[in-house]
């Protein structure tokens, strides 16, 4: 993969990444992941690297979630795409792996009954620095408060 593709593995199945290059499409799918999920807003940058990722014989959806006001829904489609059998092994990226790594974290606690601490955890043994996790932080503290959901600690 390029030297510029930021990645984090919190898991044998899922990789949290910034935007994907051209030359990276292929590695992916070298590397077992079978589905791509864009989150970036950019439909016509998504339609590109939908030829390119389904070029490289990986399956491509694109869900413009919100960078800010991450919605309980995006969170739960999250979890059904996750869950999805034809899903297999996932690549999950927007431009920069902030977005993608605060809604890991959102989905280990809202799907799983992990607790804030056992998220952040995760996120740090994949390689996420205490600037993205006060990031994270902020955000999911955000979301818990405009959508009614206790916050775990």
């Given amino acids: 993969m390029s030297n510029d593709f930021i990645t984090y593995k919190p ?28 989150v970036r807003g950019d439909a016509e940058r998504a339609t590109v690297q939908a030829h390119n990722a389904e070029a490289a014989g990986l399956r491509y959806l694109h869900r413009p979630w919100p960078a800010n006001e991450l919605e309980p829904e995006h969170v739960a489609e999250l979890a059904a795409i996750i869950n999805a059998p034809e899903t297999g092994r996932l690549v999950f990226h927007c431009r920069s792996a902030t977005r993608v790594g605060l809604m890991w974290m959102l989905y280990r606690q809202l799907h799983h009954g992990w ?3 056992q998220a952040v955890a995760e996120l740090v043994a994949a390689g996420y620095d205490s600037d993205s996790l006060e990031t994270f932080d902020y955000c999911a503290d955000d979301y818990f408060e405009r959508n009614g959901a206790p916050v775990a600690s």
């Fill in 115 to 117: 607790t804030r601490a």
């Fill in 11 to 38: 898991t044998p199945d899922v990789l949290l990444a910034g935007q994907p290059q051209v030359e990276d499409w292929a590695a992916l799918a070298q590397a077992g992941y079978t589905t791509v999920l864009n």
